[in-house]
């Protein structure tokens, strides 16, 4: 694998890409769209340039490659940042090329279905941040999480160590995002339990790896995104997150299980797991075993947030992934020390390289 490549960061004023490697959602839901690239211009004093397949529901793989080809090339973009995730980003993939923009690294900002291409970019050496998309993060109805809000800063800003912190307060619930009213408050939060540590004995610095757990499981399935020579991860930071699809237990298990088949696991020393989001306004929550609340996962070919889904079992999966961390930063993949941001590869942890702290 080759060394890691840390892009620099933009500044003030710099373009940045904005695209949808997965959906084009901000064409069906404008609100926290608009909401996130005004927040980007007007917070963080950058602009933010779109590309053809930005806003078109129904674009084809080539499409957005050739978004994200474009992105990468223009030397007058200094970071790419995914309006948002989805479910099919894997046919994308293929069709990257990869000297192309392993010659011109950028840092790139996304999570969720967005794994596939920040796994893409580890392979390339280039370090990238897991989180902060435009719509979920950016877009967040009255005002950003203020965790998100400081790590991103960091993340695009700061380089150096970023400190990761326990969010306070977090939510499971999301409103309509067609309704205009849903942008008139925050959304309603619950207080936060801090970190939940175990076999925490010891001290551990690494690379961090990982990102949705069900598309890490679609990886290992297309035999993408995950290196051959499984030593490239020992003693790194294993990070992982469900959806918003609310997996099962039983379905969690049997991933892990099978990336245990590959010998994947044994390779990290230490794994990160961000807090699963466990309701559906969708459905109501009930109570199964006495081991707490399960909701019934909202189901449709829009997206989860937006809650114009029909309900369905638990089991059936359909629709666009597009989800937030759980913490409310953004993970970066990392090597602790030198660099960390908010929650993906750079929090807003960090994929390819970058480290968190905390």
Known sequence: MPTPSYPP?????????VISPSSGLPGLFPLPYELGLERLRGEYGL???EYPATRRMGSTPRERADDIRAAFADPDIKAVMASIGGDDQITVIPLLDREGIRANPKPFFGMSDNTHLLAFLHESGIVTFHG????AELGRPGAMHPRTAESLRAALFTPG???LLPAERFRDLDRDWADPATFDAEPETRPGAGWTWVNAGRVVEGRTWGGCLEVVGRMLMAGRG????LSVYDGGVLFLETSEELPSGEEVFRTLRSMGERGLPGRFSALLMGRPKTWSSRAAPHARGGRGLRGR???GRAAGRAGLCARRPRRVRRGPRAHRPATGDPLRRCRPRRRSRPACHRHVLTSGGRRATG
């Open 297 to 299: 996962a909202a189901r």
């Open 226 to 229: 995950v290196a051959r020579d």
């Open 47 to 49: 602009d933010p340039v």
């Open 132 to 135: 902060a998309s435009v719509m």
């Open 161 to 163: 160590p970023y400190e």
């Open 9 to 17: 960061e933009p500044s003030p004023g710099d373009r940045v890409a």
